[in-house]
């Protein structure tokens, strides 16, 4: 009988109602505050952060069996991280008061955390989001409105001036497109929603703010624009897409034409010709890279660009007026950042744009509407920041780099958390579970009452143990048998045989399907969109849940039973699927509880890297120095701690990679005697 997906529901406590709005409604007056009050959007940011250090400090979440998304902790350590070499870049110019006043704005970026604690509790929904990317869109054009009453502006001479008055026009500008596409976002979720009228509503906003990011004059927009407008391309019909590139076009063949400043741009252009913005701005980028150039490492210092800048003004070596109007950056992102903090200040920064932009556009296909909605808006903000930052430093001015940490947290969190709640459906196909034991008392009641929760059917294949394990697997398993032990793949594939489900779990003792991963599973295979799936570890060990390192990696567990079958092979065995198959990766975690303790990871440790010696012997793998075991060994370090990301784990996440290293001398050292031996017999 299929399990219903009402029975594996966890009892959670409800946030604070009061909190939650209260933290709603910051959010949607802060951002809408942006284009008008900077001050006014900073405070309103201050407030979130202490309200998320306040349910930190309350356990709020973890009162609520918060299972904390990795991939939040993954855009945590990206804003530390360029937090970190700004700081590490302050201290090695020596903790100069000029520089202390860059360092302020991107100390802003380690409030990241808080910000999604505080987003995830209030458990805001999607149009709340989008709600506040339209109310800030909106206020763009208000803003215009305003210098229009009572600014330098008429409404006869709107364009001879730049909007933006009180607010850089550039900053302005770009900004005003990127909450006017994301209000775009909401748009299209609205009328898929069934609100016709909210969805016109929220057309007209757009439509607003994109007029007011026009008035602004910003030449990047027109970059930017049109891969915006892309990425809205997954949320409409294939129809559609033809009349959305149309009218895009529409729309920036008008602003190209009717501005008398892009118009000048393209005729200097074609005639070879450039305006003195863009002369300054390849001076600019030349000087930031003769920084880089001769500071690889660390750069010249939060401040060397600056006084690099006005040295060259002063000796005449560079035009006098660039001391004066561009000595703060270097209008390009990427070469600030390598000239005043070196090749660590240009890797944090791809880090900080490339990790939100990756994390988002996986989700874009998502099957739940209003999180592929999200998905899409979600990627806009660093395909936008990539944008603008070729020609300005969006990363080293406050009101970009606020927004930029409001808007990645608040969507971020309610991504994953709507992705979450998104499950909801009971699978529609029967499920075997098989497990196969050996001494696993400690392990194998919880393994099977975790199974049940997405499986019909259990099978327990037991090699002999000389504890209870048979004896508590009777108890819950429909099916347990003794046998003799030939491998991990051939004692796999004898309990696949013994399965009838149409789908098959194969899960060893020592995993965990956690109650959210269950949901997941089920509501899945009520409409499979694959022919197998992996399951993503959560290695737990010494009380911690390991995120990254070898934990990182997601094992193929779940699959259509027809066709498939078990390699043969002693250790490391594989899921044979056929070809023609699709695989994909469920996102829930399955806790996997490798050792009970350090001697049990050493015993186990020495028993793998000993099948997998000989293993490679037998399908005639030779090593003849004993320095490959030692480089094997390195590699496996860099890999799991570094390249893995397994330093984040903290402490254990250290001795698992140690551990791992361990285990890869061990089997190319184990390969290397086999080697050795036989070549010794062969000699006699």
């Keep these: 009988m299929l399990v219903p997906d009402s ?71 990206g804003f530390w991280f360029f937090a970190g070499v700004s700081l590490l870049a302050w201290a090695a110019g ?61 409404w006869g001479t709107l364009l001879q001036h730049r909007a933006g008055w009180g607010i850089n026009a550039i900053v302005f500008g770009n900004l005003a497109l990127l909450v006017a596409m994301m209000t775009l976002v909401g748009m299209l979720l609205a009328f898929r929603q069934g609100s016709r009228s909210l969805a016109l509503l ?61 118009v000048q741009t393209l005729g200097d252009l074609s005639s070879g010709h450039m305006d003195l913005g863009l002369e300054y701005r390849l ?16 750069g010249a210092g939060l401040t060397g660009y600056t006084e690099a800048l006005q040295q060259g003004a002063a000796t005449g070596a560079l035009p006098a007026q660039l001391a004066q109007c561009c000595s703060g ?48 808006a979600g990627t806009m903000i660093p395909v936008a920041y990539l944008v603008f930052g070729l020609t300005e430093a969006t990363l080293n001015r406050s009101l970009y780099l606020t927004t930029y940490l409001v808007l990645v947290s608040a969507f971020g969190a309610t991504l994953y958390a709507e992705i979450s709640r998104s499950h909801q459906r009971a699978r529609q196909v029967r499920v075997s579970a098989t497990i196969i034991t050996k001494n696993e008392e400690a392990h194998i009641e919880a393994c099977i009452r975790s199974a049940r929760l997405v499986a019909d059917e259990i099978i327990v294949l037991d ?71 992996k399951l993503p570890w959560a290695v737990t060990l010494y009380g911690t849940r390991l995120d990254f390192g070898r934990s990182g990696r997601a094992p193929l567990r779940l699959f259509r039973r027809e066709g498939v079958r078990f390699s043969d092979a002693l250790v490391h065995e594989r899921i044979l699927i056929p ?27 020495a028993k793998y890297a000993w099948l997998g010696s000989q293993q490679k012997y037998r399908k005639n793998k030779r090593t003849r120095w004993l320095l490959y075991p030692t480089f094997r060994g390195i590699l496996t370090f860099i890999q799991v701690y570094f390249v893995r990301f397994g330093f984040l784990d903290g402490a254990v996440g250290y001795l698992v990679a140690v551990t791992y290293a361990q285990g890869s001398f061990n089997k190319y050292a184990g390969l290397w005697t086999l080697t050795r031996t036989s070549q010794k017999r062969d000699a006699v």
């Design 7 to 77: 029975s594996i529901k966890q009892t959670q406590h409800l946030p604070n109602a009061r909190l939650s709005r209260l933290i709603q409604i910051l959010f949607v007056a802060g951002l809408g505050s942006a284009l008008l009050s900077s001050s006014v959007f900073s405070a309103t940011a201050v407030a979130l952060v202490i309200a998320g250090i306040w349910i930190m400090t309350q356990r709020l979440l973890a009162q609520q069996d918060w299972d904390r998304p990795k991939e939040l902790r993954l855009l945590h350590f």
């Design 283 to 298: 001076i600019m980028w030349q000087q930031a890279w003769q920084l880089f150039t001769a500071n690889p490492w660390l």
């Design 463 to 533: 090699s002999g143990s000389s504890d209870r394990t048979v004896e508590i697997a009777r108890q819950y398993a429909d099916i347990v048998e003794v046998t003799d032990w030939p491998g991990f793949g051939v004692q796999k594939q004898r309990a696949l045989e013994k399965a009838t489900g149409d789908w098959v779990l194969s899960i060893d003792a020592d995993e965990r399907i956690t109650p959210a991963l269950a949901r997941e599973i089920n509501h899945t295979l009520a409409a499979p969109d694959a022919d197998a799936y």
């Design 94 to 154: 020596g903790f100069s008061y000029e520089a202390l006043k860059q360092l302020d704005n991107h100390l802003r970026l380690l409030l990241f955390w808080p910000l999604v604690i505080a987003f995830t509790y209030a458990a805001i929904k999607p149009q709340t989001l989008l709600l506040g990317c339209a109310l800030t869109a909106l206020a763009a054009s208000l803003s215009v409105v305003l210098g229009v009453l009572d600014g330098p502006a008429t």
């Design 579 to 605: 070809k023609s198959r699709t695989i994909k990766s469920l996102r829930g975690r399955l806790t996997h509880y490798t050792h009970r303790d350090f001697g049990h990871a050493l015993e186990k440790s």
């Design 202 to 262: 929220l057309a007209l906003v757009a439509l607003l703010g994109l007029a007011a990011a026009y008035l602004s004059q910003t030449r990047s927009n027109l970059l930017a624009f049109p891969l915006l407008a892309l990425l809205l391309l997954p949320l409409v019909s294939r129809t559609t897409r033809w009349w959305l590139l149309a009218a895009a076009l529409l729309l920036m063949t008008a602003a190209i034409l009717g501005s008398q400043r892009f």
């Design 329 to 376: 950056h270097a209008h390009n992102d990427m070469l600030h950042l390598l000239a005043t903090r070196g090749i660590w200040g240009g890797l944090s920064g791809l880090f900080l744009i490339l990790a939100p932009l990756i994390l988002f556009a996986r989700q874009i296909g998502h099957r739940h509407t209003p999180a592929a909605h999200l998905a899409v």
